[in-house]
């Protein structure tokens, strides 16, 4: 049996009052509407969320109109109370150019810094973890600023649900989690989610404040939130807000609610927060019949008035390099050219020296990783950083790579540049539904630049073992969205995380292990940079085309030192993403014949698409088939002998020399 709403005795002005009921009454009308449009088929999916309009309009009006919120897709309340123009919303959802992502996503997966609102992606979990990002921003900038996200009771079984409150509280970020709990994961009960009473009870595993409140009770929500987020200004803390509520249709329209027992739903049904709180208002002589059909018609003129202009929008005109132009945020670097003197250091001395003046020059750069503060990283890659940059900007984490990448990219959103550690490029693998759904995606979605580099320590010949030794920079360079860089000298690792770094969109950063201390170079002490895309000619012949990159470019070095008549080209790509065709079509152009060596294993790897654009641009001027040189097809094994087997070095001389011969 569950509890009638109560509501609590109020001091609320009847503006106020008024103002809860009417925002209530817009997202119920709009989806009234909507539902008819869906039946219709004048929109393709609706995710309702009748039923719920308390907690969405509750939270919202308790925030300020600058302070950030990131909704769901049950949320309508949250953009109607952030006032977005409703021929917005359905120019959205229609899939039109007056929306927020040019159609290229539906429904509520969109944001928008006009509205200070982060929208979801699919994935659920990953917008946590953005949450803490722009909370720290806040704090970081001694800014009195709560940061509200929502997420469902099947979305607290997430990983990434734990990850970001522990970060949140080991942290004290002020982040607001609001937890819906309407009962249901689509279909799959409560029951079947979790083994506590309440969601609520997580909060305390991690330190954290957290509060139950009747969903359906807008004035318990408003009054409680306002008081919440008040003392969060002013006492920075994260706080974990479990609402009981229920979701009065279908997980969206099609899947119905027939998993439902109809008792259950007649019961919550009585618990409407729309119409609770219009019986409330009523008695209390604060709403009658006048008042309320004024808000009606008002709200009924709004709804079809902007329908009518979203309907007459023309529809998007398809232009394909429109599409391929919003990938990537624009970006024109401002190259700075080497000055001053050199000094001779090791690959693993200039990504830190690289790393250090980058964030000397940008105050508003952040590092994120395991042990990088007082430790200075395993690598000791920022060994001096805490004491030059101090806490706040060097910051250890928690072992959670998923809710770091996503609190990068919350650190981007709200105005932040963040560099992200791997403590070894294997684990990126924990991290990686962000960095492929979320930074890759978010420019081409919705015009936001995800301004993160992921430095990645990668790399056989360490013998190191399975999880410490991968070069896995093929799982991104498929990833429209990602660029990839791998450097195989100083000078390049230097002049390219510096680029990484002011480019706005995200960079997966290679830094080859093996190489970190065992080759040396002149390099610049001054800042300087250098372009992406624009691969090095590093030796200079006739005969053939030596593509490779990372610890590949000095296994081809050796081979030529050793084999001074092979006459060859030899490119280092140091960009993967993106990759420098030009460079490579006329070398094979002038050479007839084209072998890529790569340290990754065959299958699926940057060597099987380059060695397709050879055979697609160069065929007329091929002497020979392009030959491909990898790793065995075997995961990297530890100890010396077997690992000396595993990689391609020991293949590429044969391959080389039987290709030439061909």
């Known amino acids: 049996m569950l509890n009638p709403i109560v509501y609590p005795k109020t001091k609320l002005p009847k503006e106020t009052l008024l103002q809860l009921y009417q925002s209530m009454l817009k997202p119920r009308m709009i989806e009234e509407k909507m539902l008819i449009l869906l039946r219709q088929g004048k929109i393709s999916k609706w995710f309702s969320g009748i039923g719920q309009e308390a907690i969405a309009v509750g939270v919202t009006l308790a925030l300020e109109q600058d302070e950030y919120i990131l909704p769901m897709h049950r949320n309508l309340g949250v953009f109607t109370s952030r006032e977005i123009p409703l021929y917005r919303l359905f120019s959205q959802w229609q899939g039109k150019a007056n929306g927020f992502t040019k159609g290229r996503d539906r429904s509520f997966h969109f944001g928008t810094q006009e509205y200070r609102i982060v929208g979801m992606i699919s994935h659920l979990g990953p917008q946590l973890g953005i949450a803490d990002g722009i909370a720290l921003a806040h704090r970081l900038r001694n800014e009195s600023k709560v940061c509200a996200v929502f997420t469902g009771e099947g979305g607290s079984s997430e990983g990434d649900f734990h990850e970001a409150l522990n970060v949140a509280s080991v942290w004290k970020l002020p982040v607001l989690f609001c937890v819906e709990n309407n009962g249901y994961g689509l279909s799959t009960p409560t029951s079947e989610q979790f083994n506590c009473e309440n969601i609520a009870d997580k909060g305390i595993g991690y330190g954290m404040e957290s509060h139950i409140i009747d969903g359906n009770n807008i004035l318990e929500v408003y009054t409680k939130i306002t008081e919440l987020t008040k003392s969060m200004r002013e006492n920075p803390r994260p706080v974990l807000v479990e609402f009981k509520t229920f979701r009065m249709r279908g997980h969206e329209e099609a899947s119905g609610t027939k998993y439902v027992p109809q008792d259950l739903m ?4 009585l618990k409407d927060p729309l119409e609770n709180f219009k019986q409330y208002l009523e008695k209390n002589k604060i709403l009658d019949s006048k008042i309320d059909n004024e808000f009606k018609a008002s709200i009924a003129e709004e709804i079809n008035s902007h329908l009518q ?3 007459d929008e023309e529809q998007i005109v398809v232009n394909e390099q429109t599409e391929l132009n919003d990938v990537f945020k624009a970006f024109t670097p401002e190259i700075v050219s080497p000055t001053g003197a050199s000094k001779s250091i090791r690959l693993i001395d200039a990504v830190s020296e690289g790393l250090r003046q980058s964030m000397e020059k940008y105050d508003n750069l952040v590092i994120m990783g395991q ?3 007082e430790y200075g990283g395993v690598f000791k890659i920022t060994d001096g950083f805490l004491a030059q ?12 790579e998923s809710a770091i990448v996503s609190a990068a990219y919350g650190l981007s959103v709200n105005k932040m540049k963040a560099v992200v550690e791997m403590q070894f ?9 962000p960095i492929v759904n979320l930074l890759a995606k978010s420019h081409y979605r919705w015009n936001e630049p995800a301004d993160v580099v992921v430095r990645m320590p990668c790399g056989a010949g360490v013998a190191a073992g399975p999880f410490h030794s991968q070069t ?3 799982w991104f360079t498929k990833t429209p969205g990602l660029k990839v860089v791998y450097p195989a000298f100083p000078a390049d690792a230097k002049g390219l995380l510096a680029t990484a770094i002011d480019d706005p969109n995200p960079v997966l950063f290679f830094e080859h292990k093996a190489l970190y201390r065992s080759v040396y170079q002149e390099v610049p002490e001054n800042y300087y940079s250098i372009p992406f895309g624009k691969a090095s000619l590093i030796e200079e012949g006739q005969a053939i085309t030596i593509i490779s990159y990372g610890a590949g470019v000095h296994w081809a070095l050796e081979v030529l030192k050793n084999n001074p008549d092979i006459s060859a080209d030899l490119i280092d790509l140091r960009t993967l993403q993106p990759l420098d065709k030009a460079a490579i079509f006329s070398s094979v152009k002038k050479t007839g014949r084209a072998i890529i ?8 790897g940057i060597a099987s ?7 697609e641009h160069c065929f007329s001027y091929l002497d020979a088939p392009v030959q491909r040189v990898a790793s065995l097809e075997t995961p990297i094994p530890f100890i010396g002998q077997l690992e000396q087997q595993y990689l391609a070095k020991n293949k590429f001389e044969e391959s080389l020399k039987q290709l030439l011969a061909y």
């Open 425 to 433: 490029a294997d684990f990126v693998s924990t991290g990686f539904n």
């Open 609 to 615: 698409d380059i060695s397709a654009l050879i055979s």
């Open 389 to 400: 940059f101090g806490k706040g900007r060097v910051r250890n984490t928690p072992i959670c």
């Open 597 to 604: 060596l790569q340290e990754d294993s065959l299958f699926g």
């Open 371 to 373: 042990d990088v503060a």
């Open 266 to 269: 007649d019961a919550w049904s």
């Open 309 to 311: 202009q979203a309907f």
């Open 472 to 474: 896995n920079e093929a």
